[in-house]
């Protein structure tokens, strides 16, 4: 592949030789360093191939071997710079873009964020951009070092990073710091007490003395496990009480739907382009908006081989909104409380054992209710510090 | 005018075999390598004296070689190297 991009750049020529000597011709042609190559002999001599450059000075070696040189084919680079040079736009055109390619691979166009697993990452931008890196940034006069002090001090959960230029590209490259084992506080003096009224109906004491059995009814605050325990020497020892206490409560959820309610909806949508190539941008759109209107922007850039080429296309979604009423009728409202009560479900009572469930619909003159009663198996132990004088 | 040792021939081992030394390869006579049939490499060729498809006869200096078969072609051409490509049907030397 090399040796065919090494003749095309030179040029070569196909050329046949006839005459009485061609074998001389050949020896005459090594002897004097020229390459010859691909010849393959015909009945009256023989084709072979050239470089452009040692074609120029075969002339004497044709005469000395009595042989002639008919040129059969041309190949390569010179002889298209040839046939194309009085075509000063192609000259022109390829300056420009070998100007424009030099002075833009100065400047940075994309900016990666890798292994980021906690942080935020705008918060992280907004930062790196403050910090003068961003899209089109010049190279030389973007301090890496400072920036990666800079985003140390502000994020305490980096624990190292790096800035690495990588042609046009910016690579930051993240390690977050581990986050600290929680660590149970099992030396302070604690009871456990109950977080909410129930019936008990398993206990399971790690530390400190229980004071109820299954099968106790308990009131929120009532004692469960004490941390003063007696010891055999009749003394009062204080520990931290552990412990899990699961207990049948009862909880009631109120839900409510409006029968008539306002909302707001968009009446119109204006979509404003504009054209953005380097720093610039170019309005492709020439529509003016009040201020009533609510605008949400969309950039889409270019790109190639993920690297982002400062060329793209910038959106302005602009809708304007109106307010609209409605009435909400029995069957509409049933569904839209039922949906509200399945996601309060979902979200709060996730370490609940959810036993019955018992639903009441009512309804006034202004909203549509909807009462649920559970009754379910919970851990209700909670701990409450003994102050000890 | 080179002159070269008389080959020791290994005793214990019983082989037949001439000990190949520093001298011996690098030599100024001609080395000619076949591989297979299809390709040849010559070293210390001193040009071309016949040039088709069916027979190739090469100046070794001393002697000549005349390589024949068909579909003939020279790979590749220096002042002292040249390789023969093609099917090998017979190697001929001549004086």
């Known amino acids: 592949m090399l040796l065919y991009i090494l003749r095309f750049l030179r040029g070569y020529v196909d050329f046949r030789i006839i005459g009485r000597f061609p074998e001389r011709f050949i020896n005459l042609c090594s002897r004097r360093g020229i390459r010859l190559f691909h010849p393959t002999p015909t009945d009256d001599g023989f084709f072979a191939s050239m470089f452009l450059s040692d074609y120029k000075r075969i002339r004497k070696v044709a005469y000395k071997s009595s042989v002639r040189l008919k040129v059969v084919a041309r190949h390569g680079l010179p002889f298209i710079i040839h046939k194309y040079r009085f075509r000063k736009g192609i000259v022109a055109g390829a300056i420009i873009f070998l100007i424009i390619t030099l002075v833009l691979r100065s400047f940075i166009w994309t900016v990666e964020i890798n292994g980021v697993e906690t942080i935020s990452r705008s918060d992280l931008y907004d930062k790196i951009n403050d910090g003068g890196l961003y899209i089109g940034t010049y190279k030389k006069n973007f301090d890496s070092y400072a920036l990666e002090r800079k985003l140390m001090e502000e994020f305490d959960d980096i624990g190292w990073m790096s800035i690495n230029i990588l042609g046009t590209k910016a690579e930051i490259e993240i390690k977050e710091k581990e986050q600290k084992p929680e660590i149970t506080d099992s030396i302070t003096p604690c009871n456990i007490v109950a977080s909410r009224d129930g019936l008990i109906t398993e206990i399971y004491t790690r530390s400190g003395k229980a004071h109820i059995t299954s099968g106790s009814a308990v009131i929120e605050g009532q004692l469960l496990i004490s941390g003063a325990v007696e010891d055999s020497l009749g003394g009062i020892r204080y520990v931290g009480a552990e412990g899990e206490v699961f207990a049948q409560t009862t909880r009631t959820m109120h839900f409510s739907a409006p029968k008539s309610s306002e909302y707001k909806t968009t009446s119109e949508v204006i979509n404003r382009h504009r054209l953005i190539f380097l720093w610039s941008e170019f309005p492709l759109t020439l529509k003016n908006i009040s201020s009533e209107y609510t605008s949400l922007i969309k950039t889409d850039m270019m790109s190639m081989n993920n690297t982002v080429i400062p060329f793209g296309l910038r959106t302005e979604l602009c809708s304007l909104f109106s307010v609209e009423s409605y009435t909400l009728d029995s069957e509409s409202a049933h569904k839209r409380l039922e949906t509200d009560e399945v996601l309060w479900r979902l979200f709060s009572m996730q370490k609940c054992n959810e036993i019955t469930t018992e639903y009441k619909y009512t309804d006034t003159k202004e909203e549509y209710m909807l009462d649920a009663i559970y009754t379910c198996i919970e851990d209700i132990a909670e701990k409450e510090n003994i102050i000890v004088n | ?95």
């Not at chain 2, 016949?50 to 100046?59: A, D």
């Not at chain 2, 579909?71 to 001929?92: D, H, K, Q, W, Y």
Request: glycine share 6%; proline share 3%; charged share 25%.
């Open chain 2, 1 to 95: 005018m080179v002159f070269y040792k008389k080959h020791s021939y290994s005793e214990n081992s019983g082989e037949d075999t001439p000990k190949k030394s520093i001298k011996d390869i690098f030599t100024d006579k001609p080395h000619i390598e076949i591989i297979d049939n299809k390709t040849v490499n010559i070293e210390g060729s001193k040009g071309v004296m016949e040039y088709s498809n069916k027979v190739i006869r090469v100046n070794l200096g001393e002697y000549s070689v005349v390589f024949s078969g068909r579909s003939l072609a020279l790979r590749c051409i220096s002042p002292t190297v040249l390789v023969i490509e093609g099917f090998i049907l017979n190697i001929e030397f001549c004086m």
